[in-house]
């Protein structure tokens, strides 16, 4: 029982420190995506019926905002951990509603529920990645006095909830395979070319992957037997273009297609139904 009219922290939860590794995995931490997550916040709200939809990455000390609809735009990008609603929503895999704020022991002394604006009903649902980690949170949140979800808008956001959690699981997975082949990429040139410093291999890496480079880079290569004098690779350079796998395809990115996906909200919501 808090008597001291003050908002209280929340408890850790018992994995903090593997959680906050998962987080700090993600990479989105002060990345502005947000135009990769808005779509899922617009789904939130829609759903919900509610007016402000927000999702948040929680760190040590900080909730870091992936996106948000319905709070001021020039709401900074991360608030103190100990400041938000979030926090209480780590401790569980399933989703936290609160149907009255200002009656609940652990909210009803927020600023923003005993002062403007007057939050009465907020609900978190925890992102939870593929190792059973929570990320942090998409919420919802309203002022009205009668604000609610009925059972199945609680079961849509969870779906929707699941669906954010899997593009973040893709996106880390995808970023340290980038990391993995760039580190091996740069050994293996740094093996066959140790005389090179940084710039010299980019230029190297740069004239095998098909692109124009500089006279000066022209020059320096061929000075190193890798280029002869028409411009073209030596034997010497194709051997290392194979060993670097230059020779079996272009590493191609995978892009997330925001048009394709916020074209239309309502086929969205038709998925999450079906699942």
Known sequence: MN??????????????????EAVRRTGELDVDNKDLFIVFNELAKQISNMPVSYTGLMDQDRQFFLCHIGMPDDLPDSIPREST????????????????CKND????NHPIVCGPPYVTFYGGFPIINEAGYILGTLCVTDTKQDANLSVSQIELLTKLTGR???????QTQQREFTASKTIDLLNKSIKHLPQFNISNLIGFLTVISGAQVDRETVNFLTMNKLLDKNGFLTPLARKIQK???????????IMFNNDEISSNLDNMISELENL
């Open 105 to 108: 022991e652990r909210f009803k």
């Open 243 to 253: 060993d670097l796998g230059f020779d079996t395809g272009v590493h191609k990115k």
């Open 85 to 100: 609603f979030c926090q209480f929503a780590l401790g569980s895999t399933k989703p936290l509603i609160v149907n009255d």
């Open 164 to 170: 954010l959690a899997h593009q973040l699981d893709i």
């Open 3 to 20: 008597e001291n009219n003050i908002f209280l922290p929340a408890k850790l939860p018992s994995n903090e420190s593997r959680r906050l």
